[in-house]
């Protein structure tokens, strides 16, 4: 469920998103790609796309994407990284999916990482119904359903907590958890099939600071003037857990593909 333009939760996360956040393990991509039969002639959306996570490598095999995220500097910041990575076939919309999907035409797929569960669910997929051509498809890009909990998150929580007090899940996220039951009864998204696709990644304590702050629940603005204390408490705990200060974590991308179905 979006928020009204100026107010996303992201406003602050951004400058950390790109760099910090996990990648989508690499071939999953390319998976959506092959499936849903993108070319050069395609046209995409992404919705909530950040600062191009999606958008910027998916516009090197389609003729053009149209990225839509309710954050001005997400759009920025992929504004940015698009041109510094001379990617021009991309066009950034800022506003809520729900409310500028329906005047943005036809598409031959939609996809969303890690986005759906900010939005309508139920509405958005009636929306895509009308919005991805006969043929086409939505793709659903998230962490994986067996994916465990990095070995540094318990310890970063627990201080974090102590500067935030425990939160819990973010008011605005959708009530449901998962993707299937919204797919399952949506009209023309409901034979979907589920991929995972596992890789590693490797962290130093900076890159899990970058991390916790590119999320919703810990800004480095929500820390205010508290941040450095924070970090430097974070970095000794992490430390005291691994020494070494590298953290090997074992990830995994879940692919939901849907075509659409075709109407009566």
């Given at each position: 469920m979006d928020e009204s333009p100026g107010s996303s939760p992201f406003a602050s996360a951004a400058a950390y998103y790109d760099r910090f956040r996990a990648p989508y393990a690499p071939g999953a991509l390319d998976a959506v790609i092959a499936a849903l039969a993108l070319?050069?002639?395609a046209?995409?959306?992404d919705l909530g796309c950040g600062p191009g996570t999606i958008a910027i490598p998916l516009s090197l095999?389609?003729?053009e994407v149209v990225a839509v995220d309710l954050d001005s500097q997400m759009l920025a910041e992929g504004q940015r990284l698009a041109a510094a990575q001379g990617r021009h076939n991309i066009c950034w919309i800022q506003g809520r999916a729900e409310?500028?999907?329906?005047?943005l035409g036809q598409f031959h797929a939609a996809v969303l990482g890690q986005s759906l569960h900010w939005m309508d669910r139920d509405l958005l997929l009636k929306q895509l119904a009308d919005a991805v051509v006969d043929g086409g498809g939505v793709a659903i890009l998230?962490?994986?359903?067996?994916r465990m909990p990095e070995s540094w998150a318990g310890i970063a929580a627990g201080v974090a907590a102590r500067y935030l007090g425990r939160t819990g899940r973010h008011p605005l996220k959708h009530p449901e958890t998962d993707h299937e039951p919204s797919l399952r009864r949506s009209a023309h998204f409901s034979d979907f099939t589920v991929r995972e696709f596992s890789h590693q990644i490797?962290?130093?304590v900076a890159s899990i600071v970058g991390c916790i702050y590119s999320g919703v629940g810990a800004t480095r603005e929500m820390f205010g003037d508290r941040a450095p204390a924070f970090e430097a408490e974070l970095?000794?705990?992490l430390l005291r857990f691994n020494p070494s200060g590298v953290f090997n974590e074992q990830l995994e991308t879940a692919v939901f593909l849907a075509?659409?179905?075709r109407r009566p």
């Open positions: 070319g050069r002639t046209r995409v959306l095999a389609v003729g409310d500028v999907l329906p005047g998230d962490e994986g359903a067996r490797t962290r130093d970095t000794q705990a075509p659409k179905r």
